[in-house]
């Protein structure tokens, strides 16, 4: 088998049980914004690669896949984020927009790098997105819908924890350790990357840009200063009121070693992770006010989070908040069990009950065998069993309702109907 | 603005009321999937090229959008169709699986064309796949979940018809209109592009093949002809039986003119045409015995169909199947309407109504005036208006049913599980 019969490096297939799981997540993930006022959006899966290159600088190209049409001269990009797309949207289509606009999206993301635990080629995105608001409220409501997703999900505020920082305390309290201005952008780099490099070597850096390990407790979860972040920042401070009269409070703590690298954030930045410490974040985010401008739009505050599929999962597995996949794929409403020698009353029966708008099964294996069938039934969680026998040369089926274990007869020509009504479902030609 | 800050040609920018369309699609695809038992999977958007050109020849290339990584030397390709990620996908885990496999994808499909009507470079794509049964019944199910949901879209037999064929059939009746058995490919391949030639063009085409105007009406629509297709392919004869014992002959036609291009069809072929006639196929499809094997698998027969997302939109718009885009975004549960000066009430309430699993709205425009808020409330058509007046002094707020236009005051701290009730939702925390 050759290497073009798998999938690339760094990418998944999804077989059903996986499937159901993704669908999981993304379901809650859609259920949630929606609930918080958010409306779904998207765009291309590839975009100019100016695009990105406009946001990011020509530094981003070797982190994308990138390509041509044969013989064209347009330079296209996968996607690696949502947020330039966003911002696209909203700056080419801001005069009949009325801000602030709320947005989320679930679209698939794609990274030309060394695939690492947490982080593959290609995985699914969840965004959301408050365009048009300045004040802190649109990070109050871009955090209460992080966390309304994070409680559906099961987890708690023991489980993860948003780390919140700004942009602004971390200059100033970085000047007030006496770092030079000009040295900003690198200290800014070095505790972007504390977490990826090894403590010696951190402290070495930080040694060589003048900071001693003493100040850089500062940047650490819950680190205490002299500085009132409050009072360097009136917009964080707020903020951070907002939360704790919302009773959010102890979903977050302050961390002033978060920066964040994408070098478009202007503020508030954050992040989510579990306390466990074993992986990635989960989710991050932050102000952008420049971005809808940067694409050709006005002046537009804006604030969003990102959350992936793929850290997601594996802290939901640690957690215990996944159950095996199979139990995330979709239960059948009715498992036909045809006793029969011809196939003629089952086919009509399964058929009858789709039109009826249920999810219908029947067995594709050989046997008659009652008790295998059942539980073949079972293994699948149908809610009814229906079992056409002897019975039906009075018209008549068997139907075993098979969590309560309840049996009954049901005529054949109510059958559909019946049951439909039993499971609420919508039948096919009612959209 | 540079054409950078535009979605790139042939893509699509999906606002929320177009995002809410193709969520329509898709949710019906899905469920009428489940419906008759198929199971979703997906695989990566990408593939390695190899994969197409070991399926299609190296003439595919220059229809695909392909790239490597910077630096790197493996090709890889946007996916044009999902067929051959699905022979992969079965080809490596059919040890695990039990055939016969039932499965549905809602891909995004790319091709590197000039975009036409019906046509884009980035579509939407349903596909469903029945692998592992040889005999007719695996036809029947593909066909019975395809016409499944084109009426639970609204469509009826008059709107679109399924034009059926058989590769074997047609290939006995161009040998019975005295074809030169080396000419089959090239008259497979004027029969495949009948549609877009001018007749005039076609017919002399056909004359260099020696194949009459007389004999060409075989190849239309109902053409009768001599030869019984179901005594040149029983397992064709079959299906057609079983169509019509299942009550669905007054939804197909057979039509000897469809070969379907892609050379991996191996006997029964189909395409869902409006009935119209100005759009392309809504949907093709067909038998491909061979593929399963190709990349690695064991002879594996299969079914499958697909339908994109362009042609279909086209044609639920031109038969008045399809409301507004508007009518599609998701309902609120409850608007809330704050005639207080203050919006910490507003904000709490809000935050209760989400957290009990309700879509819950308020207004982002400063105006006070009562007359004004409903008007939005019914523009987002919202189920519940929550007033926030002076009754809130005394716990309690005015609720407002707006489609049955009944108004009552309910208490506040029991506002958001009495709301709950009423619309069955689920809340945050129970996942």
């Known amino acids: 088998m050759t290497h073009a019969f798998q999938a690339p490096k760094g990418t998944r297939d999804f077989y059903p049980p996986d499937m159901a799981v993704r669908r999981h997540l993304e379901s809650v993930w859609r259920s949630v914004s929606i609930n918080h006022g958010f409306e779904e959006v998207d765009g291309p899966t590839f975009e100019h690669l100016e695009l990105y290159t406009v946001k990011s600088g020509p530094g981003i190209v070797s982190e994308l896949f990138s390509f041509r049409r044969a013989g064209g001269k347009t330079e296209y990009a996968l996607r690696p984020e949502f947020t330039p797309t966003l911002g696209r949207m909203v700056a080419s289509a801001i005069k009949r927009l009325s801000p602030p606009v709320k947005w989320f999206s679930i679209p698939t993301m794609f990274r030309a790098e060394r695939p690492q635990r947490g982080r593959l080629r290609e995985h699914v995105q969840w965004n959301v997105d408050v365009v048009g608001d300045a004040s802190p409220a649109a990070e109050l409501e871009v955090l209460a819908v992080l966390i309304g997703v994070l409680r559906r999900f099961g987890l708690t505020d023991r489980d993860v924890t948003i780390k919140l920082s700004h942009r602004q305390v971390v200059t100033e309290l970085l000047l007030g350790a006496g770092l030079d201005e000009a040295r900003l952008p690198a200290a800014f780099d070095l505790l972007d990357r504390r977490d990826k490099l090894p403590a010696a070597e951190f402290d070495e850096r930080a040694a060589t840009l003048g900071l001693d390990a003493g100040t850089l407790e500062v940047f650490r979860p819950g680190g205490q200063s002299r500085i009132d972040p409050a009072g360097v920042s009136e917009h964080f401070g707020q903020l951070l009121s907002a939360l704790d009269d919302a009773g959010l409070a102890s979903w977050y703590t302050t961390d002033f070693g978060i920066v964040r690298g994408l070098a478009y954030y202007t503020g508030t930045v954050f992040e989510v992770h579990a306390t466990s410490g074993r992986e990635r974040a989960i989710a991050g985010g932050g102000r952008y006010d420049g971005l809808v401008e940067l694409f050709g739009g006005p002046p537009t505050p804006a604030v969003g989070v990102a959350m992936g599929d793929v850290v997601l999962r594996l802290v939901l597995e ?114």
Do not use: M
């Open 318 to 431: 640690e957690t215990g908040r996944l159950s095996t996949p199979e139990t995330y794929l979709p239960r059948p409403d009715v498992f036909v069990i045809n006793l029969l020698e011809t196939t003629g009353l089952r086919d009509r029966t399964v058929a009858e009950l789709r039109d009826a708008g249920l999810h219908a099964r029947h067995s594709h294996r050989a046997t008659k065998k009652l008790g295998k069938l059942l539980s073949e039934a079972d293994q699948l969680r149908a809610r009814f069993a229906v079992i056409l026998g002897r019975e039906a040369e009075e018209g008549r089926a068997v139907v075993k309702d098979l969590a309560a274990a309840k049996e009954e007869e049901i005529t054949l020509d109510t059958l559909a109907t019946t049951l439909r009504d039993r499971c609420h479902a919508k039948p096919e030609d009612q959209p």
